[in-house]
């Protein structure tokens, strides 16, 4: 219950194209879920985040989707880059003692060429 | 901008030995945290702590794994006996505990890379 399925693994898009990850989870205590973009030797870092009570939030190029029905979230990455190619990893949290812990995903790899 | 730091990089030990791991969490933050991720796969939480003590732990962080808070700076993790399937990228974070939209983001550090031979 505490899992994040996270899919593709791996993804390949053409600049200017459009990248599309998909989420999924099961526990309905999560409130909270951000998504993560890391590259090679650094740390996972937040790209932007979402709660349940909105559908969709944008930021520039990257937008969360969110269909709380379905437990399902994804983050769509308009107009590619080179420079987007990393391994991006969704994630959830819930309140609790825990301070609101990650539970993430198993990443996806994405390569954006040129 | 502020940001977490991690020592050393990468850490080499024997199976058995005992390895301590460094963090400087960001200096307004209040809540830590550590995160490992071995090779390839998901990032996955081990402990956080607050107010001098631990939140939460997951199964993953048994009695070989401690924290602790020395100084007004550093946040360590120490592994006991080191067994071959610690060697992962050890991550903390930290967050400086405010509510709204942000809902306690935790900012990582760049990780220090165990690999117990």
């Known amino acids: 219950q505490q899992q994040v399925k996270q899919s593709p693994q791996s993804l390949i898009v053409q600049k200017g194209g459009i990248s599309i990850i998909n989420c999924a989870y099961e526990?309905?205590?999560?409130?909270?879920f951000p998504w993560y973009q890391q590259f090679p030797g650094k740390g996972p870092a937040l790209l932007i985040a979402?709660?349940?009570?909105?559908s969709e939030k944008k930021e520039g190029r990257f937008t969360i989707s969110f269909n709380k029905s379905a437990k399902q979230f994804s983050l769509h990455i308009m107009d590619s880059q080179p420079g987007d190619s990393a391994t991006y990893f969704c994630?959830?949290?819930?309140?609790?003692?825990?301070?609101?812990?990650?539970?993430f995903g198993s990443g996806t790899r994405l390569q954006v060429q040129p | 901008e502020p940001e977490v730091t991690q020592t050393p990089s990468h850490q080499v030990t024997q199976m058995g030995q005992e390895v301590i791991l460094r963090c400087v969490p960001i200096?307004?933050?209040?809540?830590f945290y550590w995160y490992r991720q071995i090779l390839g796969q998901k990032v996955e939480f081990l402990v956080s702590?607050?107010?001098?003590?631990?939140?939460?732990k997951s199964e993953i962080f048994d009695d070989q794994f401690s924290v602790e808070r020395p100084d007004g700076s550093n946040f360590t993790l120490k592994i006991r006996s080191t067994k071959l399937e610690d060697s992962a990228m050890y991550f903390c974070?930290?967050?400086?505990?405010?509510?709204?939209?942000?809902?306690?983001?935790?900012?990582f550090g760049p990780g220090t890379r165990l690999t117990v031979l």
């Open positions: 974070a930290s967050s400086d505990g405010t509510s709204g939209l942000s809902y306690n983001e935790q900012f």
């Open positions: 526990n309905t205590a999560f409130d909270y």
């Open positions: 979402i709660r349940p009570d909105v």
């Open positions: 994630a959830a949290s819930k309140p609790d003692t825990g301070r609101r812990a990650l539970t």
């Open positions: 200096s307004n933050h209040l809540y």
């Open positions: 702590f607050y107010n001098n003590e631990i939140s939460e």
